[in-house]
């Protein structure tokens, strides 16, 4: 299977300025190997969709509701951004989990409305800065994999370290391959053989000039990248230094 480079552009980018950069990534993504796709803010899904069209590039949202459709001010539905022209969803992003309080119990309940729309679900986890001082790292994720995803599991994890988000410091390649093999081993024990083949992306600060030694790591299956995704030539740089099927 093919490494996942996905960009969460998070709450960036004027409607213009997505479509441009949509534009940029499309024009550079002929002969990339990698699965390429972008996750812009729900407003700007049917314009990016809509740009990237005849590219191999695909389109996720941020977040969506646990219900089909209901009395949810502000809030977007998963048929919505399948509507709009998504195949994918990213959930449980420690953003979310910080400052909308989400939990796994929430996140595994948008899951199960995401895989029922169509989209394939990235289900976020990852300990915070005292978690991990507190040598808790494992147990924490553990926890959120077993809380967050629902049986079975049709979708992507991404192992998202909340201390090497949007901060520059990376995880060393040896936690980065300690932590995926522990969430392979949780996979395999909770889905049998299909915990196997689950893709496990690495998120945290991935840039051009970590990103061939990060996807080289065993059982990294992709990047889910924030910074370095609001730049065309960055993103495509991170998506060539990925492996192909
Ligand atoms: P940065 O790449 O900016 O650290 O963000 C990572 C992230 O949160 C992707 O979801």
Redesign the pocket.
């Known amino acids: 299977m093919p490494q996942l480079i ?1 960009g ?1 552009w ?1 709450m960036h980018c004027l409607a213009a300025d997505a479509v441009a950069l949509a534009q940029g990534v499309a024009a550079g993504a002929a002969g990339v190997e990698a699965e390429l796709l972008i996750c812009p803010t729900a407003l700007h899904v049917a314009a990016v969709a809509a740009a990237l069209r005849g590219s191999s590039v695909a389109v996720g949202g941020q977040d969506c509701h646990q219900d089909a459709q209901g009395a949810h001010t502000g809030d977007v539905a998963a048929p919505m951004l399948l509507d709009a022209g998504a195949s994918w969803v ?1 959930l449980g ?3 979310r989990r910080q400052n909308h309080g989400e939990t796994d119990e929430l996140v595994r309940e948008k899951c199960l409305a995401a895989v029922a729309a169509g989209l394939t679900p990235i289900v ?1 986890v990852g300990e915070t800065a005292d978690q991990r001082s507190g040598g808790q790292e494992t147990e924490v994720v553990g926890w959120q994999i077993a809380g967050s995803l629902p049986k079975p599991f049709s979708g992507v994890v ?1 192992y ?1 370290p909340v201390w ?5 410091k990376t995880a060393t390649n040896e936690d980065v391959a300690t932590m995926h093999a522990f969430i392979r081993e949780e996979l395999v024990r909770q889905f049998g053989e299909a915990g196997q083949t689950i893709r496990i992306l690495y ?5 051009p000039s970590n990103a061939a030694a990060l996807l080289a790591v065993p059982n990294v299956g992709g990047a ?6 609001l730049k065309a030539d960055e993103f495509l740089t991170i998506a060539r230094a990925a492996q192909g099927g």
Do not use: R
Not at 164 to 168: D, K, L, N, Q, V
Not at 224 to 229: D, I, N, R, T, W
């Open positions: 996905a969460n998070k990213i992003h420690s953003e976020c991404a998202e090497a988000i949007g901060t520059g998120g945290g600060s991935v840039k889910l990248v924030g910074g370095a995704s």
